[in-house]
């Protein structure tokens, strides 16, 4: 079946630092592929998306490529802010409105 | 636009009780979600409605677990009765089909239930 593998957190940073959290898929078909955020006391929240091979997803800083050869959709972005400081969840839904997640990376971020 | 609401935030109760949450999804939602989020988790899908009807309840465990949502609208999930394994996060979730399957979900802020 379809799964989700995100790499364990948390993950500590200096204010400033470049910011790298994996993912990679297993999926049927062609999968749509998200990031969702949580900051503390809300709920997730859409960070950014991509629906087909070699699309970038980007937003508020954050990019993310799906590549379809390494079955991957890696998180980064080059100047992290503690303001990023939240737990961020890959996902992915293939072909139905059910949505697979990963179990989440915690990012803490210093001044 | 209002978002996802829900309530309550927070629940505290003893085992073997019964507990209800309540959804109210963004204006004009059809597709509205529960799921279950345990610590160091992400959300696991417990029932999926399209409109009023449950259109994937296979992950719901219906023994103790039942959810309706009443006009296509609001939406209740209940527990009865609650073991301590229950305690969990429980999201709401809406979003529109006529953005297709790779459409947002746009989620509330979850209720926290904690059975002792």
């Known amino acids: 079946g379809n799964s989700v593998t995100q790499m364990e957190g948390p993950v500590t940073l200096s204010e400033e630092a470049f910011l790298t959290i994996n993912c990679t898929y297993t999926a049927t078909g062609y999968p749509s592929l998200f990031w969702y955020v949580q900051y503390p006391g809300e709920g997730l929240q859409l960070l950014l998306k991509a629906t087909k091979a070699d699309d970038k997803g980007s937003n508020k800083g954050f990019e993310a490529t799906y590549r379809k050869e390494t079955t991957s959709f890696h998180l980064e972005k080059g100047s992290v802010q503690v303001s990023d400081s939240a737990v961020y969840f890959c996902?992915?839904?293939?072909?139905?409105?059910?949505?697979?997640f990963g179990t989440g990376t915690r990012l803490k971020v210093l001044a | 636009e209002a978002g996802v609401v829900q309530s309550p935030r927070y629940k505290i109760i003893e085992k073997k009780q019964p507990v209800a949450f309540w959804c109210n999804p963004i204006?004009?939602?059809?597709?509205l979600y529960w799921y279950l989020q345990n610590l160091g988790q992400g959300p696991e899908l417990l029932i999926r409605?399209?409109?009023?009807?449950?259109?994937?309840d296979s992950q719901l465990p219906k023994d103790r677990f039942s959810a309706e949502r009443l006009k296509g609208v609001d939406s209740t999930l209940k527990i009865q009765p609650a073991e301590l394994g229950d305690s969990a996060v429980y999201l709401c979730?809406?979003?529109?089909?006529?953005?297709?399957?790779?459409?947002?979900?746009?989620f509330g802020e979850g209720s926290r239930l904690t059975v002792l």
């Open positions: 979730a809406s979003s529109t089909r006529d953005r297709g399957y790779s459409g947002e979900l746009f």
């Open positions: 204006s004009g939602h059809n597709t």
């Open positions: 409605y399209e409109n009023e009807e449950a259109v994937d």
């Open positions: 996902a992915l839904t293939s072909g139905t409105y059910k949505y697979i």
